[in-house]
């Protein structure tokens, strides 16, 4: 007697598979019945499993049942009528809304012989249905992108996967009256999952961007923007508030800019804080989140990404009793870990450490730190000569701005205090002419400054996919190598990209320009010299500068030219 499976005749698209050779028909019927008792439409079933590819099967079903092949590649998504079907049917039918025409509908699916799919949605909109034949593969992609941003997906987010938020800062007073729309469960849920989601996938920033005829979704993963979803644009406003509203803002306000924070609580021992900014832009506010993680503290300096030659340097100055330490870079190049990564060699309880920051983005234990507030006269300035009234021994101030600022932390620097601070120039000659074009008097400089040190952060090859780049020789001595590197042998490496990884990249590294103020680089600070000057002090004295150090990465295949190209261009 046979099995169950050959009891069962093949019959629709799996019957057409067995006519073209695709399958056999012992094979088709087991499909058949492992489908069904998965609960699983037969081609996804196929494909996952690999018994077909899902080309293969979109050729035969269109050849065999005279509907239209679809690349839904090429299809913009952000333009389907999810409206009108209900996620539920999308998923369990994997059918997916495309566009209507008058009182029809043109359904995407990958099985154009699942007529209770298409009889199921007919009856739920009321519209004529057509189906248009797609790959599966392209098909699930294409549902889960779509669905991932849809009002109507958001009551499956289980509740459990957030521990408790506690919405914005205690300290910030009460919110304003709470529009009922912004407190409905499925926006409250979206939200609180989209957070959950940048924080699993490592992301530094979140940007909520309304435009004219849609919105869109970003997280920044190292160091680059990915766009993760693309909410409807009627609910955009919805969101919006939702984010005022946990960051204690004020929702009836749209008209100027406004600063919030959101404290996120993970299970009882991780608190992750983001710290929320709006901009009213053509078409509606936009919200950009800065995740503020202290598990960032924790990396050490030998994992910072210098060299043993500018290590050395940056140790050997924080551990001097006086003097300053200034770091600069762009906005987010890693500038507040290097510096944390010094306090918490320097934090002992013997010694007497307060930073004052814009805000407090790293918070660690034994340290007194102060958040910068406009608004009550806190500034750098005057949170500086508070400091110098408590004894300390060690500053940081998040970021010298003006005169007053850099007067206060050289005077701190010259009478027995180890200052750190950052600036925010492209590279270290330029730091210290920015302070002499700030006003301090040049000998200050040169008496007070101890090492100058310039960042960025590239992004780290993936080892798991990168491949050998084959670069010409002329190539090779315009971007920077030089003719005995040459003549050695270089093994660069490119991107390629797979499942580990983004676009062939997975983490950064620091590309450093340290220098120390020399006996030479004070006097040329105190001859007056330029950047250019500095530059070319610090060439004689042997000092790398951004560049150098980065293809010295490349060279080690810790990144990638284009990568560097990308972090250093001029």
Known sequence: MGSEAAQINPAGLARRLVQDGLL???????????????RQPFVQYLVEQKVLDSHSIALAASEAFGVPLLDLTAVELLNVPMDLIDARLVRKHRALPLFRRGNRLFVAVSDPTNDRALDEIRFNTDLSVSAVLVEDDKLATAINKTLQAQDSSLSELADAELGEVAEGDPDAGSADEVDPKVDDAPVVRYVNKILIDAINAAASDIHFEPYERYFRIRFRQDGVLQEVANPPLTIASRLIARLKVMSRMNIAERRIPQDGRIRLKLGYSQDVDFRVNTLPTLYGEKVVLRI????????????????????????????????????TGPTGSGKTVTLYSALNL???????????EDPVEIQVAGINQVNMNMKTGLTFAAALRAFLRQDPDILMVGEIRDLETAEIAVKAAQTGHLVLSTLHTNDAPQSLTRLANMGVPPFNIASSVLVIMAQRLARRLCVHCRAVDELPRQTLLEEGFSEHEIDDGLNLYKAVGCERCTEGYKGRIGIFEVVEVSE??????????????????????????????????????????VELNRVTRD
């Open 292 to 327: 503020l993680d202290s598990a960032g503290a924790s990396v050490g300096v030998d994992k910072l990404g210098m060299d043993p030659g500018q290590q050395a340097i940056f140790l050997r100055a924080i551990k001097r009793p006086y003097g300053m330490i200034l770091v």
């Open 520 to 561: 030479g680089m004070g006097r040329t600070i105190m001859e007056g010299g330029n950047a250019l000057d500095l530059a070319e002090q610090a060439r004689r004295e042997g000092f790398p500068d951004l560049r150098q150090s980065g293809l010295q990465k490349v060279k080690q295949g810790i990144t990638s030219l």
């Open 24 to 38: 056999s028909e012992t094979r088709a019927q087991t499909a058949q019945t492992e489908a069904a008792g998965r």
């Open 346 to 356: 320097l934090n002992e309880t013997g010694v007497n450490i307060s930073t004052v």
